[in-house]
């Protein structure tokens, strides 16, 4: 089967850096996203990994580490609009795509 | 270009009564996924579809759950005889191929079961 985990929640300083871990555990591996979700909001795609390494998008950043069956997601220059649940989520070999339970992100000004 | 569009946005129920909800992915998707998300925790697979086909519904619970995704209109996810259990968020998503790696949400429908 497929899991992921991530640490609930997460507090940073507006303007700071901070960065939330994933680590799965996987059945085959299909690369790595990561979602942002505001409350009430709908998950919006922020990035993936498919290879080691970073990915670079703008304030956002996501690094893979397959041998560690490891990931993260790193936001600089923290914003107040940051504040969301941000969750990491990998496809199983039926095309389904597993979620983690999402660390929410407090910035505190 | 619109968005994956999902409607109604809200929708309350009594218990035993059907819901249904309504999901138009976006231009030139033929790939739609439904989740169920409850407060406070990730999304939980529920059906993938192509046009005219149930590719998966696993995630699907057996019974009084269904979805369509017919060759013209939106996708259909239907929940006869609904239960407070039932109550959640449900996102529907779109992709262009079966890349699982990006997807476009809707905004989702909250399901109130009183």
């Known amino acids: 089967g497929q899991s992921l985990e991530q640490p609930s929640e997460v507090t940073a300083v507006e303007g700071a850096i901070v960065q939330i871990n994933c680590t799965y555990q996987?059945?085959?591996?299909?690369?790595l996203s990561w979602y942002q979700q505001h409350d009430g909001g709908a998950p919006t795609f922020l990035s993936y990994?498919?290879l080691d390494g970073l990915e670079e998008t703008g304030r956002f950043s996501s690094f893979l580490s397959r041998s560690d069956s490891y990931g993260y997601l790193l936001l600089q220059e923290l914003q107040m609009k940051d504040s969301a649940s941000y969750f990491c989520?990998?496809?199983?070999?039926?095309?389904?795509?597993?979620w983690g339970a999402g660390t929410k992100l407090i910035i505190k000004p | 270009n619109a968005g994956v569009m999902q409607n109604p946005r809200h929708l309350v129920r009594r218990r035993g009564q059907e819901a249904r909800l309504r999901c138009s992915p976006m231009k030139g998707h033929s790939h739609v996924y439904w989740y169920r998300q409850l407060p406070e925790e990730g999304l939980k697979f529920m059906v993938y579809?192509?046009?005219?086909?149930?590719?998966?519904e696993s995630g699907m619970p057996k019974e009084r759950f269904s979805a369509e995704f017919p060759k013209e209109g939106p996708s259909i996810l239907r929940i006869q005889q609904v239960v407070r259990g039932d109550s959640a968020a449900y996102f529907c998503?779109?992709?262009?191929?079966?890349?699982?790696?990006?997807?476009?949400f809707g905004p989702g429908t909250r399901l109130t079961v009183t």
């Open positions: 996987t059945s085959g591996f299909y690369g």
């Open positions: 579809l192509q046009k005219e086909n149930i590719i998966d």
């Open positions: 998503a779109s992709s262009p191929t079966p890349n699982q790696n990006e997807q476009y």
């Open positions: 989520a990998t496809p199983n070999s039926n095309y389904q795509l597993i």
């Open positions: 990994n498919g």
